[in-house]
């Protein structure tokens, strides 16, 4: 780099204004600033700094440079410390003292006299909704030395009439949410001038962002779906009161806090119309005025937002192949055989993180049990939701959870979890065919035979809905001639698009206003670091369950593993976990004909009349993985029979974590015929590639006459990939009792003499 291209040729040269520095000789040049020291060590660095005081440029300090000192020496360490941010370039005739508010813009990386002159000449336009204070709002603007050209109180519904003279808005809401602003935001891009949204008033100050239509960045569309996202609660309650928008609360402010508000607010304008830039601009500050704990919430563009994006994206996606590419597997990636380690996921999609602009609130460690089980929550889960306030209060109980065998994969499990619901659930962008399935036949998959229900069900469905939990209902049956919308899915076994009921695919999709005909669960649904790993999970959490309804219902005795073979440390230590708090842990092998290694890792109280017995499924082509997965999922669990209330909002939990023991449940205990198994019990070879494990489960599915569907469910504005497998024929674990492999897999396997009656499948539904 050379003098030229930092333009330090074109002026008075020295340090910024707002630096100290100190030289001792022969050791170092020490510059002081508010955030630290540096030292400047180096030949003749001693010479040169006490010369950038400001009162010389390039040649001057060439001309008055210590012997030995070559011109382009000279030059090259100027540009240096140009480059590093030390030093800057004043005009002819700048004050040689320069004032704080030039240190200032100094700092920001601005001309002090351009910048000092731009922040005040240009006009704003003062906008204000609701009960804020616009007398209070303009006299705190114009002390922070910034002109008003106009305030407007606006009207919610009325277009806005922006100020010609003005070079920005502010404006100030009682929440980011007021009716009002969507107007604001649209004239605003059709005038191509930026604004910044604050909230001054309540307890939480909101400062930002600045909603620049000219820069690629998000609208006020984009913020405000997240916004809602984060409110499910005051959106159903303003629903079942009839009105729209957020609910009015009252105005809560102190002087104090006005001005401390307001204050921000003029120096974030003062900042750009000064020509400051950054990323923070992009993103909401909040400030909690009771505990000062402040923080800054990036705000990124949803591509398919139908305001400032493509709102097509997402059905384009539904009408394209999914195409399987090569994928590499990488190491230490925590739950096995994934194209990206825990830490590059938490990388990229950690600023989805956060209760304002983000799609998870927080994740935080469930504080009940061992810390060792690494339990981690992440908000509501979407997939317990219904409309109504039932719904809604499972939704927000039945939280989101992560597993791991340490933190750091629990943490980002249990993010991954929550963006994989939030994939699922429907947003109105998703691809429909409207028709019956008479009509749609030749294309479209029967209901019946993903659901697999028996017609018993269906005609005890009054009773049974009402005695068991949201997971376990019986919908109506289906009507083949009932016109409903179909989402397209891909069957990667016939490489063709099959159709399936769009409300078995997303969460709360809309459906026939008096039937429920078909249900959406998550059986299937997966996040991956890859499409190819989300697909690899998915299709595994299908044979997962499977093999659990097949060996839960039919109450089949199944062999002990033998955990201490692996030769793994964390298992070993979490036997002693689970021993530490009065229980005991075994893990069965449960895999069933489809040959992938399935086990349930199950724990149990000792000591105590109730037995609290808990269970966790993994599922994995190393057997290793797989009964990590299980103790992981197991101890994810934990936590909800260690609180010591036994309140359980589940009717099936409750139930069978009052009554069951291993006594009166002995499918739970390892078969005492049969030794326990070990790693020489299972073939495994490893494939290096993740297209490979989708290729190896389409084939293995595709011998038994079982077809593979995949819709990808990934998000734009999200990213991480999110996929639902569909295998029809294949079992969920709730109690779904249609004929098939449920009664046939047990007697092929000769688990069973011949296949179970219907009155003797286990009458406690599996409750996970």
Known sequence: MDATSTGTDRGLIGFKAGLRVDVVEDDAVYVFSERGVTALQGPYMEALAPLLDGTRDLAGLVEEAPAGLAPERVAAMV???????????????APA???????????????????????????????????????????????????????????????????????????????????????????????QRPWLLAKPQGTQVWVGPVFDPQAAGA???????????????????????GRSGPAPRPAVTVPALTATAMGTVGLEAAKWLAGYRGAEQRAVWTLDSL???????????????????????????????????????????????RARTPQQVLDDFGHLISP????????????????????????????????????LRAMLRAENGGKGTTPLYARVSALCEALERHSGFFQGDEERVHGSYTELSDTAVHPDTCQLFDPRQYADRKRWNAEHSAFQQVCDPFDDDAVMDWTPVWSLTEKRHRLMPTAMLYFNAPGEPDRVPVLADSNGNAAGSSLEDAIVQGTLELIERDAAAIWWYNRTRRPGVDTAAFGDPWLDRMYGVHAGIGREMWVLDITSDLGVPVMVAVSR??????????????????????????????NQLMPAVLDGTHRWDDPDAARWWNEADVAGQP????????????????RYADRPDLADDVAALRDLLAERDLEMLVLDQTRPDVGLPVVKVVVPGLRGFWARFAPGRLFDVPVALGRVPSPTPYADLNPYPLFL
């Not at 351009?114 to 000449?121: E, K, N, Q, R, V």
């Not at 499918?667 to 299972?682: A, K, Q, S, V």
Request: with cysteine; proline share 9%.
């Open 79 to 93: 540009s240096r410390l140009a480059a590093v941010g030390l030093l800057t370039v004043r005009a002819p005739g």
């Open 97 to 191: 003292t320069p004032t704080p508010a030039a240190a200032y813009w100094e700092a920001a990386g601005l001309d002090p006299a351009t910048s000092l002159d731009s922040g005040a000449a240009p006009g704003l336009h003062l906008l204000t909704i609701g009960d804020i204070e616009g007398d209070a709002a303009l006299a705190a603007l114009r002390q922070a030395g910034l002109t008003v050209a106009a305030h407007t109180v606006h009207a919610p519904g009325d277009y806005p009439d922006l100020a010609p003279a003005a070079a920005m808005s502010i404006v100030l809401c009682p929440d980011y949410l007021a009716s009002g602003l969507a107007e604001i935001d649209a004239a605003h891009r059709a005038a």
């Open 219 to 241: 609208c006020w569309h984009c913020l405000a779906h997240r916004l809602w996202g984060q409110r499910q609660g005051e959106l159903h309650a303003q629903t079942a009161l």
């Open 291 to 337: 505990t000062l704990d402040s923080r800054s919430h990036e705000l990124r563009a949803r591509p398919q937002c139908p305001s400032c994006g493509d709102p097509t994206l997402i059905r384009e996606q539904a009408r394209r192949p999914v195409v399987v590419a090569p994928r590499r597997k990488t190491p230490d990636t925590g739950g096995g055989h």
């Open 356 to 391: 304002v602009t983000g799609i998870v609130k927080a994740i935080r460690q469930d504080p009940r049990g061992p810390a060792e089980f690494n339990s981690f929550r992440s908000g509501p889960n979407l997939a317990a939701g219904r409309t109504d306030l039932v719904g």
């Open 605 to 634: 109280r000792t000591g105590h009349p109730r037995e609290d017995v808990m269970l966790g499924f993994g599922a994995h082509f190393d057997p290793r993985v797989a009964v990590h997965r299980a103790v992981a999922e197991l």
């Open 667 to 682: 499918y739970l205990l390892p078969d005492p015929t049969h030794r326990p198994l070990g790693p020489g019990d299972y």
